[in-house]
T-cell receptor
Framework: SQTIHQWPATLVQPVGSPLSLECTVEGTSNPNLYWYRQAAGRGLQLLFY??????ISSEVPQNLSASRPQDRQFILSSKKLLLSDSGFYLCAWSGGLAGGGQFFGPGTRLTVL | KQEVTQIPAALSVPEGENLVLNCSFT??????LQWFRQDPGKGLTSLLL?????REQTSGRLNASLDKSSGRSTLYIAASQPGDSATYLC???????????FGKGTMLLVSP
């Protein structure tokens, strides 16, 4: 069966510091991968998605970036965090076949102070 | 642009009640619809996935229906339990290769 991992689970960072969040998927190949942010009262916001290694689509202009160095690895990064980057970051995957659902990881709680 | 609305935003019921959560979407040309559950501080758990050609899906005490023409889906929870307390989100996909559009969720509290 497929599993999705995210780390770290929680993170507290000062404003202006760099960020690296990692997501890995097991038990499948060629998944579509997604990064979402969930802020209080604002619902789920899609940040990036990837249909293959090195292929990244950005949904929202911001100081975050994403990379996919391996088939089942998705990384969310920032060079300098802002207070507004605080939130709950969720990674998700879906199969390459059309019609499948999306499946989410446990999330990373990021607090920027 | 597809928009997804969930009503009510919050719901509180006593244990044992049957309840219905509503989801509406503005563009009826969807590919599929997915219901999720989210516990506080946790990720999303997929509950049910309904393809556009289907009218309903069932899993245990959960039943989800889809009416594409009216742009609506309902999640029916039978004999609710305190363990059902969570936020329930619906999301639609408009094509086989598109991303999901989420509603803001319904926060459910089931009291013992």
């Amino acid at each position: 069966s497929q599993t999705i991992h995210q780390w770290p689970a929680t993170l507290v960072q000062p404003v202006g510091s760099p960020l690296s969040l990692e997501c890995t998927v097991e038990g499948t190949s060629n998944p579509n991968l997604y990064w979402y942010r969930q802020a209080a009262g604002r619902g789920l916001q899609l940040l990036f998605y990837s249909v293959g290694i090195g292929q990244i689509s950005s949904e929202v202009p911001q100081n975050l970036s994403a990379s996919r160095p391996q088939d089942r690895q998705f990384i969310l990064s920032s060079k300098k965090l802002l207070l507004s980057d605080s939130g709950f970051y969720l990674c998700a995957w879906s199969g390459g076949l059309a019609g499948g659902g999306q499946f989410f990881g446990p999330g990373t709680r990021l607090t920027v102070l | 642009k597809q928009e997804v609305t969930q009503i009510p935003a919050a719901l509180s019921v006593p244990e044992g009640e049957n309840l219905v959560l509503n989801c509406s979407f503005t563009d009826s040309a969807i590919y599929n619809l997915q219901w999720f559950r989210q516990d506080p501080g946790k990720g999303l758990t997929s509950l049910l996935l309904i393809q556009s050609s289907q009218r309903e899906q069932t899993s245990g005490r959960l039943n989800a229906s889809l009416d594409k023409s009216s742009g609506r889906s309902t999640l029916y929870i039978a004999a609710s339990q305190p363990g059902d307390s969570a936020t329930y989100l619906c999301a639609v996909r408009i094509s086989g290769y598109s991303t999901l559009t989420f509603g803001k969720g319904t926060m459910l509290l089931v009291s013992p």
